[in-house]
């Protein structure tokens, strides 16, 4: 899960990262609207959490640009504005949620995974994959009768490719959706995982399409 975080205040920045990357979400952070705009253009996020107060344009304005744009990610605004007023604002423009400031860290993560089971449209948080079940919100992982433990990167990649069952997907899609911009990544990095995954559980599982990608198949 890829969140892109929009906001200018440095120290809540940092510990919204610190909070949310530890419930296994991959969080890139922008300071201003315009560049936010920008990367939202060019990448795929899963969500965007969108502080209203940004320097040069207003969260409220992205948000109105994103949906002009046919961007339909799930959208939480994070605001000082607590009238009723700025929550409807915010929601008319194309929000998907509002949590005010200062707000407590286990709500923001809620209101996450809530949104999460929105934007997949499942409104059980567990996807089944033949004797694969993953549990997306408490990330339990179980095979057979096993349970699996995997690190958050093995996590999110097999969801990935779960969610995506029967596409390919390429190396690079795949780097994104576990990788942020800060992120060292390895070259080989993803064959790693997948090796892993594969060990895992069992080989056929991820077949790699030479110079394309990787796909989990249909299960019928
Ligand atoms: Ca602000």
Redesign the pocket.
């Known amino acids: 899960m890829r969140v892109l975080l929009i906001?200018?205040?440095e120290l809540l920045a940092a510990g919204i990262r610190g909070s949310i990357t530890n419930e296994g979400y991959t969080i890139d952070w922008l300071e201003d609207g315009e560049s936010a705009l920008h990367a939202l253009s060019i990448e795929h996020f899963d969500m965007v959490i969108l502080?209203?107060?940004?320097p040069n344009c207003s969260g409220i304005d992205v948000l109105k640009d994103l949906r002009k744009n046919q961007n339909k990610v799930p959208v939480l605004i994070l605001s000082?504005n607590c009238t009723v007023s700025d929550r409807v604002t915010g929601l008319d423009a194309g929000a998907d949620d509002y949590l005010t400031k200062p707000f407590n860290s286990t709500e923001l993560k809620a209101r996450l995974r809530a949104l999460i089971r929105r934007g997949s449209g499942r409104a059980n948080p567990i996807i089944q994959y033949r004797d694969i079940e993953l549990n997306v919100i408490s990330h339990a992982i179980s095979y057979g009768k096993k349970n699996v433990s995997l690190g958050r990167r093995e996590f999110s990649l097999l969801r990935q490719l779960l969610e995506h069952e029967g596409q390919v997907l390429s190396r690079e899609q795949l780097q994104q959706t576990i990788y942020g911009w800060d992120d060292d990544v390895a070259s080989n990095a993803i064959e790693v995982h997948i090796h892993h995954l594969r060990k895992k559980f069992y080989t056929s599982l991820i077949r790699t399409i030479r110079g394309v990608g990787y796909i989990i198949e249909n299960a019928t």
């Open positions: 906001e200018d205040d502080d209203i107060g940004l000082a």
